[in-house]
């Protein structure tokens, strides 16, 4: 037995209304969850709403984070509170979070792997966005787990404002943590992901670097490059770097004919070093382009990376589809972003509940024998196939 449903609120956080979620929550599914996904504003009242909620589901494992947008069955949502579940038979959930995660990600990522069974087969993480580093978190899980169990889900917002998110785990509020939700049990998974960008100019080399800052580009400083590249604009770094993602030249393969370009936002910019922040790791080395895209090239992204989920769960039936998408997608399309949750529905039809959120980061694989990486200005699809 399997089923799945979201309901959501746009109303001002409060106990009553954590409540009268959970309670929706319940009805829909006809029974108490298993587990649910809390995805939600940054805003007043996050405690009292997940208090409402944690009594009325009658579940602990609980899990989820604030966002920069948020989804459902309903549709894309800004300033709500998105509440998803799951009741099974066939699958069992465990709960697990760190603390501290900015002082050691590595470390976070160990801490939450060893509280799983050996035999997870799944995890979802969800980690501060602002605080941290996503990638450090995914080597500590995989030197645990092993690189072969599949990890996804993003990093938390708070509504494009950088200064703090809040993760969720059971009852629990936390900053500066990493909290996930591992799955054991029957079912199958599939993945797809995408970003729509696409390669500018000559491949360079990354000649200095140091995790996520980057500091020459063929022994040129970073900056130098960019305001090369973008000529009047470049005064409008960090923000207008969102348009020109910086893809880095992977071995991850979809197949023998086409690389794949695992994306890097700008954060933030040291004029006088010249130097520029991304949001995750630049390894030294790399050989990396400048990446541009488009509305039209960005949604056909995400229709393609629906369809490589969907094609991994073809001997199930899709149940549930997770959507994780980045934040910069969101400003680059403007009017049109429920546009883009309108092409997974296009693809996974109106009956498979959709739950997800805008990302600061995605956490995913780009195919199902790759280890699980950390992407930026990406569309991920996680669909569960019973």
């Known amino acids: ?33 298993d587990a649910c996904w809390l995805f939600c504003a940054a805003k007043d009242g996050l405690d009292g709403l997940l208090q409402g909620i944690s009594e009325a589901v009658g579940t602990q494992n609980i899990i989820g984070c604030t966002t920069d947008g948020e989804m459902s069955c309903r549709g894309y949502h800004n300033g709500s509170a998105v509440l998803g579940g799951i009741v099974s038979d066939q699958i069992k959930f465990r709960v697990a979070y760190a603390k501290n995660l900015s002082r050691d990600g590595e470390l976070a990522g160990k801490q939450i792997a060893a509280k799983f069974s050996p035999k997870v087969q799944y995890v979802q993480l969800f980690s ?56 054991t049990g029957d ?69 023998d004919s086409r690389s794949y370009y695992l994306l890097r936002a700008t954060m933030s910019v040291d004029r006088q070093e010249g130097s520029i922040q991304f949001a995750g790791e630049i390894p030294e080395g790399a050989m990396v382009q400048l990446t541009c895209g488009d509305n039209h090239s960005i949604l056909e992204a995400t229709t393609e990376a629906a369809r490589l989920a969907e094609a991994e ?18 400003i680059v399309l403007g009017q049109r972003t429920q546009e883009e949750l309108d092409r997974v529905r296009q693809v996974f039809g109106d ?35 019973v």
Not at 319 to 327: H, K, L, P, R
Not at 352 to 361: D, Q
């Open 128 to 183: 501060d966005g602002i605080k941290g580093n996503g990638c450090a978190i995914l080597r500590g899980m995989a030197s645990v787990l092993g690189e072969a169990v599949p990890i996804s889900g993003g990093t938390a917002g708070d509504d494009g404002k950088f200064q703090q998110t809040w993760q969720f785990a059971g009852s629990n509020i936390l900053t500066d943590a990493a909290v996930a939700i591992g799955f």
């Open 313 to 330: 769960v073809a001997d199930s039936n899709p149940a549930i589809v997770f959507f994780y998408s980045c934040m910069a997608r969101k």
């Open 351 to 385: 009956q498979v509940p959709i739950l997800g959120f805008y990302t600061y980061g995605e956490f995913c694989r780009v195919s199902c024998d790759r280890p699980s990486l950390l992407h930026n200005e990406t569309a991920t699809i996680s669909v569960i196939g």
């Open 1 to 33: 037995m399997f089923k799945a449903a979201t309901v959501y609120s746009n109303k001002n956080f409060s106990r009553r209304i954590g409540e009268s979620l959970g309670m929706d929550l319940q009805r829909e599914l006809g029974h108490s969850p």
């Open 187 to 255: 079912f199958q998974l599939g993945t797809g992901v995408r970003s729509g960008w696409s390669p500018i100019g000559l491949p360079k080399k990354v000649t200095r670097a140091s995790e996520n800052i980057l500091y020459e580009l063929n022994g040129e400083s970073a900056l130098q490059v960019y305001e090369r590249f973008l000529g009047k604009h470049a005064k409008k770094l960090p923000a207008v770097g969102v348009e020109y993602p910086l893809g880095i030249v992977g071995t991850c393969l979809d197949d």
